[in-house]
């Protein structure tokens, strides 16, 4: 059976028993016509939420969203969360913005004036001025006129962020300070998470959510006779009552299990009776986890090697990188791309998106089982790929995060460079995790002066404390450069000022500043009255 046999499943009983959803949904977004028309609204802030475990169809309701709200003539800016992206700063907040400002007619550069490089590095784009990093707050200020004038100028707006419980960080904690500002715009936010996966970061986003009125709207299992419907759209209205109940049972009403269930059944022309049991909970067995790899591994080594390729590099994947770490050709890889889409592993045909898998589970899955040498070697190929391709060292960095440290050179100047990207894009936190596993690798010894003091100045305005630490650290190494090591001490009496340590940073700088500074450096340390 093709891929046109699924479409038409969901054709036929498209979101059974989400009525209450789409009844929320058809709400907010009648709310929000009136709102661009100027009638005030009464949804509180116009947000959205559709929560539940993984496989209960939080994506379909995306996807109806996206259809409703087209359909309707509003704009709609998405992104989408990745497992394994979630170290990469901005990403989720890329994928919203970055479309709009691409099918623009007027220049980037004139579109976000005076904001530009404030907001470039965030917004992946290439700052005029990189010689000095913009603060956090002046960052998320700055998203939120570039989300308010494409607001303004696209009206009606909606937001879809699926996925949300792996969005980055930094992409988390602007959407949470602009969703509580946004009640006056012309805009809906709609979200779908997995509330119980949510990081510790996100408390924040969860008390906005739970202002909300009766949102979050938290999606429920199908039940027996929703499920029999699917399997019976598939092979037909004879299957027996006893052969459904047990398709629920198997499936335990996961919308996504149902459907590839039934697919499943179809495919081997089962009709639904009793003695077809067995062979019904075989094809349920491969639907996920170890049935899904072993129905994975049936397609052969290159193709196995593909699926893993595709999974290290998270959605969605080149093609041409994802051939380059499984170490295959491009038209083994091709072919192997094929063999996923007819197994439905990788949905859809190529686009200009990359691969996609059919659904997160099966992501999750085939990644989990990459034995740990083959994943790290791959994550490793993935970091020197994606650099060659001139992604960027950020795009390189997440990968060197999920490999052993080595104490290679190469692995820590790609670190720094990521932390300058981050720090450039207004995301210290970010900066703090690759130095400190730059750090670890570790660095030769006469650079580990200078890597404490960038991991200081990423570390200044989230922990002064940690940065007073750092900072001696530094003073402890062999510091050849008198400039780095007034520098050093420039920085360690801000942070002490800043930790109400006065009288000790004064200490430090008459000892230290007076006799090793350059002039430069020791004229801001006048300034600031340490000498």
């Known amino acids: 059976m093709t891929h046109g046999a699924r479409q038409s499943i969901i054709e036929s009983c498209p979101l059974l028993e989400r009525d209450r959803e789409l009844q929320a949904l058809d709400s907010a977004l009648s709310e929000l016509r009136d709102a661009a028309d100027g009638v005030p609204r009464t949804l509180p802030g116009g947000l959205l939420a559709f929560t539940g475990p993984a496989g209960l169809g939080k994506s379909a309701l995306m996807a ?6 087209t359909t309707r003539g509003f704009t709609v800016l998405s992104g989408r969360g ?45 700052a005029t001025d990189t010689a000095h990093a913009p603060d956090p707050t002046g960052v998320r200020d700055g998203l939120d006129w570039v989300m308010t004038r494409l607001t303004v100028r696209k009206a009606p707006v909606v937001l879809l962020l699926d996925d949300l419980h792996w969005a980055d960080v930094e992409s988390l904690g602007w ?21 119980d996966e949510l990081p510790p970061e996100a408390a924040a986003f969860r ?36 052969f459904c109940e047990e398709c629920w049972t198997v499936t335990g009403g996961s919308p996504f299990e149902a459907v590839e269930l039934a697919i499943g059944l179809g495919e081997r022309n089962l009709k639904g009776t009793q003695d077809e049991l067995p062979a019904m909970r075989n094809v349920a067995a491969a639907v996920k986890g170890p049935g899904l790899i072993e129905r994975l591994r049936r397609l052969g080594t290159t193709t196995v090697h593909f699926a893993y390729a595709a999974a290290v590099l998270g959605a969605p994947a080149a093609p041409e990188l994802a051939a380059t770490i499984a170490v295959v050709g491009s038209e083994e890889a091709a072919e192997a791309a094929e063999r996923l889409r007819a197994a439905r592993i990788l949905a859809g045909s190529p686009g200009p998106g990359g691969l996609e898998f059919v659904h997160p589970l099966i992501a999750t899955t085939i990644y989990r089982s990459i034995p740990s040498h083959l994943r790290v070697g791959m994550h490793d190929a993935a970091s020197q790929a994606v650099l060659a391709a001139g992604l960027g060292a950020s795009a390189a960095a997440r990968h060197l995060l999920e490999v052993p440290c080595d104490g290679r050179p190469e692995v820590v ?21 690759v130095l400190a596993r730059a750090l670890q690798e ?10 404490l003091h960038e991991i200081a100045g990423a570390t200044f305005l989230m922990d002064p404390t940690a940065t007073v630490t750092h900072l001696r650290e530094a003073l402890a190494e062999p510091v050849a450069d008198p400039d780095l090591r007034a520098s050093i001490v420039y920085r360690l009496t801000q942070a002490l000022a800043h930790t109400d340590q006065l009288a000790e940073a004064a200490t430090v700088a008459a000892e230290e500043a007076h006799h090793t500074a350059s002039p430069r450096v020791r004229l801001r340390m006048q300034a ?4």
């Open 64 to 69: 109806e969203a996206r259809t409703r709200a």
């Open 82 to 126: 990745g497992e394994n992206e979630q170290e990469s700063a901005f990403r989720v907040v890329r994928q919203l913005v970055q479309p709009a400002l691409a099918l623009m007619d007027e220049d980037v550069h004139v579109f976000l004036g005076s904001w530009y490089d404030i907001v470039a590095g965030a917004l992946g784009l290439e």
């Open 175 to 195: 959407l949470t300070s602009f969703a509580s500002r946004a009640a006056d715009l012309p805009l809906l936010i709609v979200v779908a998470y997995r509330p």
């Open 207 to 242: 008390a906005l959510v739970a202002r909300h009125g009766n949102r979050p709207q938290a999606l429920a299992p199908l039940s027996a006779p929703a499920v029999a419907r699917i399997v019976r759209d598939e092979v037909g209205d004879g299957a027996e009552d006893d």
């Open 413 to 433: 100047e790609c670190l720094r460079k990521a932390a300058r990207e981050y720090l450039r894009a207004g995301a210290p936190e970010a900066a703090r995790r």
């Open 442 to 451: 570790p660095p030769v010894t006469e650079d580990r002066a200078e890597l």
């Open 528 to 531: 600031d009255h340490f000498v």
